[in-house]
């Protein structure tokens, strides 16, 4: 042994300025995979030819990736090689000397069964699958790991018949046949060719349920969705969601599927939510499976958004792919932004723009704030697993949305056909995107350059507005000022292109005529501005009242605006603006300016008071709340602990979580009446359905118990009790159980034992029980969280399990961040525990220390203190490395 004494290198970076064509191109694999229990051995065939655009530089060395697999032979045009003609290192094998174009066979060794980083080909409740994307295939065979190299896949996978009875791949099957020793073979060829990332195999007992589809040129496709035996009964609601999308896709997109197979399989052992593999998409069980009686209505909408998601993937990802893993926004936001406008057509548009943007809110502009801040196309990478994430996913749905709402519908659309026209089959750019957009619309008045700068800028830009009415020229003057904070390696920020959706809304609530100053007439009662300066003036002439504005309808960017309106104004817009989301957005404006004006209240040692303006702004939301349930319940939502914290100067995570409760204690005891009034209208409901409307009235219910239980009257326990026992559907069910899990009930602890005992054999269902629990608001929500880690439904290898324990008790900022660093101890452990494991799980983990510096002096030593702990621990994976450096950086 000659490694004594090494410490292992920093992980490296890799930046897109550094990005080169491969030197080789693969057009043909033939796979053969040979599973067996102790060893799994993988022969690989591959038609490799130098790349015709570096020819210049003359002969270059074919080097692949490879990673934790067993190199057991290379052959060149069926010449074995000496191991003197190639050289194999931790992460590649070179094969120096090879002609134009070769045959090269390699053949590895890989033992699936002790993979728990879930990464490549692994082991789920028995079944073989795998999980290629970002780099995962490296982990299966050498190969040139990247998005740019595309080739024909054919696949054969050979196993027991008897344990593993369902062989899948990409593509059609296209022969198969029994073993004499019990063994069998199917092979599967992919006519489309892809990058190694979108490989899938699964191998395993699986049962199967079959639907079809037609497309609009009479194509029949086979649905399928594999499940564990015993799950068939929950697979409805996802294969209908399939067909939604796919008609969806045809109708507003015109692309249509180009296979006779989709075929979905759901494990329970998954990193993320799901990914998209040419027509083998394999998915987290927790997007699949649902009946009303185990799954949330969120969780319905999750499965819709979900499925749809991976099968437009389809066509935005795997017909046009990424060129490297920097363009990842490429697929994922303009995918995420498909899914979205998919779900608001399936469901209520506004209440769905309002759900996207609280998530977007809460996450990615955290994200934004902190020291893992990056553009929505980043410029390096350590570990492009951390690059999954709000910035390029959701952010980057955002920049496509832009596109649209500065183009419109049709010229967003002729966009969007010229990128296929030409790029259908390439892997291509964000630039390549853009200048799509641009060449479909010449006459756009849009200057692209600086649009650009959205993919290249991080942060998240703050817009000041300030108007102005001048009763005697009957004109508005709107002044907008954009900055940009200085993040992470981008000290300077230029201007951006800000698409501002406006309305002004006169004295009667109605929209007025928008003209500005120099035209002719006016234009429409929403427009979009577009400021484009570090300062800009807009006056509207024709105005013949002073109006109050409307600004950012829909959220038409990814801004924070500051408008120094009134309350009453505020009160205004709750009530009359003609954009639902502004609407609900001035109550968020409202209650946000409230709590935080409460905690300041209670730093400076005085009782905080919640001022009755707002208790009759909550009453008239009740009384209009028949009107639109769904918009009602969101309107009822307070901005949560973390959205809020985002707005002080100092993060009090005590402080607003007493003045939160404090409102919603006031509220319950203020409007007792009209809230048990308006529950019980919401619980006279017709048969359970999954209707919008039908989770609109759940929805509405269950915050109206919210209210009634922070008053903590006998009656509200008792009718909280009442749904828990009796409620028809698990969106009640849980709802209840939430509440009594953050109460101080005699019956809580009889509950959740009741409910663990109940639901023990559904693992999706004991998830949402350890999520209740770790995020309840009692203050002894951390020992019960380490307790429930020893838990026989708990598992640190399974990531859902992480995700709704661990993942849930981050999110409790009260008990996350208590003052004795304890919950930040807590995590600290489990991060190491973890990174052994499933350095991926580890690292989403670890990004709830991100943003530490926005706390108290005491605990940011106690934060610091835990991430030099994690930075000192030798052997972290890069995965870890990566985020803890930047946040300590
Ligand atoms: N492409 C998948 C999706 O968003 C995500 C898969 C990411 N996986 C990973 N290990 N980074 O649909
Ligand atoms: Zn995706």
């Not at 490879?66 to 094969?95: C, F, I, K, Q, W």
């Not at 009796?726 to 602890?749: F, H, K, N, Q």
């Not at 525990?833 to 799980?841: M, R, S, T």
């Amino acid at each position: 042994m000659d490694i004594v004494g090494t410490t292992p290198a920093a992980p490296k970076a890799i930046h897109l300025s550094d990005y080169a064509p491969p030197a080789w191109l693969i057009d043909t694999v033939e796979l053969h995979v040979d599973l067996r229990e102790d060893v799994t051995t993988v022969t690989s065939r591959l038609a490799v030819r130098r790349n015709p655009v570096r020819a210049a530089e003359g002969p270059a060395p074919l080097v692949l990736d490879g990673e934790a697999m067993e190199l057991v032979s290379v052959t060149v045009d069926n010449r074995l090689l000496h191991p003197a003609d190639y050289a194999v290192t931790a992460e590649s094998l070179t094969v120096p000397r090879l002609p134009e174009a070769a045959t090269v066979e390699i053949v590895t060794r890989i033992k699936p069964q002790e993979n728990t980083a879930l990464q490549g080909l692994y082991k789920s409740s028995g079944n073989y699958c795998t999980q290629c994307e970002a780099e995962g295939f490296r982990r299966i065979t050498y190969f040139l790991d990247r998005p740019d190299v595309m080739a024909r896949y054919t696949v054969t996978i050979e196993a027991e018949k008897a344990r593993y009875p369902v062989l899948l791949s990409n593509g059609n099957l296209v022969d198969q046949g029994d073993r004499l020793d019990g063994r069998h073979w199917a092979r599967w060829n992919d006519p489309w060719p892809k990058p190694s990332y979108l490989f899938a195999m699964v191998a395993g007992a699986l049962t199967q349920v079959e639907d079809r589809f037609v497309t609009r040129s009479g194509r029949e496709v086979t649905l399928r969705i594999f499940v564990e035996p015993g799950n068939e009964g929950k697979v409805a609601h996802a294969m209908d969601s399939l067909k939604k999308s796919m008609k969806w896709d045809e109708d507003a997109y015109g692309l249509e599927y180009d296979l006779d197979i989709f075929n979905i399989v759901a494990v329970s052992d998954f990193n993320m939510g799901a990914m998209e593999n040419k027509s083998l998409n394999v998915f987290n069980t927790k997007y699949v499976l649902a009946n009303p009686e185990t799954a949330t209505d969120t969780d319905f909408l999750g499965i819709e958004t979900v499925v749809a998601h991976e099968y437009f993937h389809n066509w935005t990802g795997n017909r046009v792919t990424c060129r490297d893993w920097f363009q990842l926004s490429l697929k994922e936001g303009l995918t995420v932004f498909r899914d979205q406008q998919f779900s608001a057509d399936m469901n209520s548009a506004p209440v769905k723009r309002i759900q996207d943007v609280t998530r977007l809110r809460q996450v990615q502009f955290a994200e934004d704030a902190g020291p893992t801040a990056h553009p929505v196309r980043p410029e390096s990478y350590i570990e492009i697993n951390n690059f999954y994430t709000p910035t390029v996913y959701e952010k980057g749905a955002e920049v496509l949305r832009m596109y649209r709402t500065l183009l419109g519908p049709q010229g967003y659309r002729k966009g969007i056909d010229l990128y296929f026209q030409r790029h259908d089959g390439q892997a291509v750019t964000t630039d390549d995107f853009l200048a799509a957009m641009r060449d479909a619309n010449p006459d756009a008045a849009v200057d692209w350059a600086q649009f650009q700068l959205w993919y290249r800028q991080a942060g998240t830009p703050v817009v000041e507005a300030d108007g102005a009415y001048d009763a005697a020229s009957r004109s508005y003057r709107l002044t907008l000022r954009q900055s940009l904070a200085p993040t992470p390696g981008q000290p300077e920020k230029a201007p951006l292109l800000i698409p501002v959706a406006l309305g002004l809304v006169g004295p009667d609530g109605a929209d007025l005529p928008l003209r500005l100053e120099g035209e002719a007439a006016a234009a429409g009662s929403t427009r979009v501005l577009h400021l484009t300066e570090a300062s800009q003036s807009f006056t509207f002439v024709d105005v013949p009242a002073a109006p109050v504005p409307s600004l950012f309808r829909g959220f038409s960017a990814p801004v924070r605006l500051r408008f120094p309106c009134s309350d009453a104004e505020l009160t205004f817009l709750m009530a009359k603006d003609s954009d639902a989301f502004n609407r609900w957005e001035a109550g968020q404006t409202l209650a946000t300016r409230i709590i935080l004006g409460m905690v300041a209240e209670r730093t400076a040692g005085r009782a905080m008071t919640v001022p009755p303006a707002f208790v009759e702004a909550v009453g008239a939301t009740l009384a209009r709340a028949h009107e639109d349930r769904s918009f009602a319940a969101l309107a009822l939502m307070l901005p949560s602990e973390g959205y809020l914290g985002q707005s002080m100067e100092v993060v009090d995570p005590d402080g607003l979580h007493e003045a939160r409760e404090t409102i919603r204690r006031t509220v319950g005891s203020s409007l007792g009446a009209a809230l048990r009034r308006l529950y019980g209208e919401c619980r006279e409901d017709g048969p359970f359905a999954i209707t919008p409307e039908a989770m609109g009235r759940r929805a509405l219910k269950n915050a109206c118990l919210g209210y009634l239980m922070a008053a903590g009257d006998a009656e509200a326990a008792a009718l909280c009790l009442e749904q828990y026992r009796g409620g028809s559907g698990m969106t009640d069910v849980l709802a209840a159980l939430s509440l009594i899990a953050d109460s101080d009930l005699p019956e809580r602890e009889a509950c959740l034992e009741a409910f663990a005992t109940r639901w023990q054999g559904e693992p999706l269902v004991m998830d949402k029980w350890f999520t209740v629990q770790a995020l309840s608001g009692r203050p002894d929500t951390l020992e019960r969280v380490r307790r429930l880690t020893g838990h026989p439904a708990f598992s640190i290898r399974n990531p859902n399990k992480v995700y709704a324990l661990i993942g849930g008790f981050t999110a409790n900022q009260a008990r996350f961040h208590a003052a004795d660093g304890s919950g930040y101890a807590f995590l600290a452990e489990r991060v190491l525990e973890l990174d052994g494991l499933n350095p991926q799980v580890a690292s989403r983990m670890v990004k709830a220390f991100a943003r530490w510096r926005k706390f108290d002096a005491g605990r940011q030593a106690h934060a610091r203190a835990q991430l030099e702990r994690i930075q000192a621990t030798p052997g972290l994976s890069p995965d870890v490395f990566e985020i803890v450096e930047r946040s300590l950086d």
